[in-house]
């Protein structure tokens, strides 16, 4: 399974995100700033469809609301 985090470090609710990641001990997960490279913004907007962070990619498919990844990423522990 390929995770997937677009983000950018200003953002509250990314903080959160990646908080939760870093506590649960994951390694799996892939981080994309949003405002340091062009490429993952675009990315996010092709497609995501919005332009909103957080956003976790799973297997290509977006996830929003920090609150859901949170979920997912509990409900889904790292292999």
């Known amino acids: 399974m390929k995770l997937e985090l677009y983000k ?3 953002c509250p609710y ?3 995100v990646m908080r939760a ?3 649960s001990g994951r390694t799996d997960v892939e981080y994309h700033d949003i405002q340091k490279n062009p490429e993952d ?3 996010l907007l092709e497609v ?3 332009d909103q ?3 976790l990619f799973i297997d ?3 996830m929003y ?3 859901d990844i949170i979920a997912w990423l509990t409900a889904h522990p790292q292999e």
Do not use: N, T, V
């Open 41 to 43: 913004y675009r990315r």
């Open 21 to 23: 990641i870093q506590q």
């Open 65 to 67: 609301e920090s609150a």
């Open 8 to 10: 950018f470090d200003g």
């Open 48 to 50: 995501g469809g919005i």
């Open 60 to 62: 290509g498919k977006p």
């Open 14 to 16: 990314c903080q959160r």
């Open 53 to 55: 962070a957080p956003c």
